[in-house]
Structure formats: structure tokens, C-alpha cells
Nanobody, 114 residues
Framework: VQLQASGGGLVQPGGSLRLSCTAS????????MGWHRQAPGKQRELVAV???????NYADSVKGRFTISRDNAKNAVYLQMNSLEPEDTAVYYC?????????WGQGTQVTVSS
């Protein structure tokens, strides 16, 4: 397994979840890491990305609610999601852009519902 994601689940509106993703060694030099998501019937969209230097970028829909971070020593990326809304319900996929190409995790389901 090259990228292993965890942390999804069911949460009520207004709640929080933290996603984690760890990349295995042997996939090249990791540059950007981040998360996409795909809701039923919708296209996959970028949620957040962080460079090896710590520069971040977020989708407008999650700014102020989600925070991306990474631990370069562990090849890990995290997504802290606060003030979750039903519209955040989706499968979340972590990714890593490396010197050898792009790699994707298996996806983790996030469901926001009362």
C-alpha cells in the first residue's frame, strides 16, 4: 500500500473529524500532499493541498473550517475538519505528488448527518 488513509466516519452537523494519510517509502521525493473528495453524483474536487515547504491552498467551500498539515519526517498529511456540514459528505482521497508521479489513497468515507 503506497498511501493509507484513515479517520473517516459519521458525525453530526457542526462536529469535527481528523483524517490522516501516510505514504510508504519508495515513491520518490514527495512534493505536494493533500485531499480530494467525491460526493455521490458529483465530480471529484480538490479540498486542500500542502507543499513540502508548508504552503497551503483550500477550496473556497472549506476555508476557515478545514486545516491541512503534514509531517515530512513521517510522510504524513492530516486534515482537521471542523464545523462539518451535510454538504461535506463524500469519500475523501489523499494524494501525494512525487518526483515519480502521483499516488492516491484508497478513500475514506465521511458522512455528516443528524
Amino acid at each position: 500500500v503506497q498511501l493509507q488513509a484513515s479517520g473517516g466516519g459519521l458525525v453530526q452537523p457542526g462536529g469535527s473529524l481528523r483524517l490522516s494519510c501516510t505514504a510508504s517509502k519508495g515513491i520518490g521525493i514527495i512534493n505536494g500532499m493533500g485531499w480530494h473528495r467525491q460526493a455521490p453524483g458529483k465530480q471529484r474536487e480538490l479540498v486542500a493541498v500542502i507543499t513540502s515547504g508548508g504552503t497551503t491552498n483550500y477550496a473556497d467551500s472549506v476555508k476557515g473550517r478545514f486545516t491541512i498539515s503534514r509531517d515530512n519526517a513521517k510522510n504524513a498529511v492530516y486534515l482537521q475538519m471542523n464545523s462539518l456540514e451535510p454538504e461535506d459528505t463524500a469519500v475523501y482521497y489523499c494524494f501525494a505528488k512525487t518526483s515519480w508521479g502521483a499516488y492516491w489513497g484508497q478513500g475514506t468515507q465521511v458522512t455528516v448527518s443528524s
